[in-house]
Each structure stands twice: as C-alpha cells, then as structure tokens.
C-alpha cells in the first residue's frame, strides 16, 4: 500500500518556526504533487503549500512569504519551513499526495495531520 505520514508540529511561540515533514512510502513510481494542508474547527481545509512533480508550487495567500516548501525526491518526502508564526497559524496540518504506485494506480491520499500551536 501507499500512504504518507506527517511529522513534526508542535507548540511554537508566535514569531518562531518550525518544520513539518511528509514522507510518501511503498512501491511509488511517480508524485504528480505533494503538499500540505490545514484545517481549524469548523473550517475548511486550506490549502497551505503543494509541489508539483514539475518543479511548480503553490502556496496559500495566508502564508505566502513565511513559508517555504522543498522536496527530497530520493526520500518522497516534503517539508515545510514555517516562519514567522503567528497565533492564526494554528491548526492541524495534513499532508496530501496525488501518486502512481508500482502498478499504475493513481492513488489520492491524505495523511493522519498534525498539530501545530503557535501559542505564547
């Protein structure tokens, strides 16, 4: 099976920054994109940052210019760089990957999220 798994989140003073990590395992030929989401109670998830296997991303008018996503494509594995935190930022943060597995299937998955706290 495909699946990925996010890691990192946490409490983070207003200002700070910190990392989360998305790393897409099994059999996988290709990532069409990658990216994260967030979503606060009663929301809508949000669209925070994605990557496309082309090199082209996309990032939230919310955080556009504190963050900053990259890839590892030997480690099919995301990250983002959160800057300049602020208390609005908080949410969980879910991964989300469109990919080809070993046997031609399109998958769309989502990772389990995880939280971030931007809280003095």
């Known amino acids: 099976q495909v699946q990925v798994v996010e890691s990192g989140g946490g409490l983070v003073q207003p200002g700070g920054s910190t990392t989360l990590s998305c790393a897409a395992s099994?059999?996988?030929?290709?990532?069409?994109?990658m990216g994260w989401y967030r979503q606060t109670p009663g929301e809508q998830r949000e669209l925070v940052a994605t990557?496309?296997?082309?090199?082209?991303?996309k990032y939230g008018d919310s955080v556009k210019g504190r963050f900053s996503l990259s890839r590892d494509d030997a480690k099919n594995t995301v990250y983002l760089q959160m800057n300049s935190l602020k208390p609005e930022d908080t949410a969980v943060y879910y991964c989300?990957?469109?990919?080809?597995?070993?046997?031609?299937?399109?998958?769309?998955?989502w990772g389990q999220g995880t939280r971030v706290t931007v809280s003095s």
């Open positions: 099994g059999t996988i030929v290709n990532i069409d994109v």
């Open positions: 989300h990957a469109r990919l080809v597995d070993g046997m031609g299937l399109l998958h769309d998955t």
């Open positions: 990557i496309t296997q082309l090199g082209t991303k």
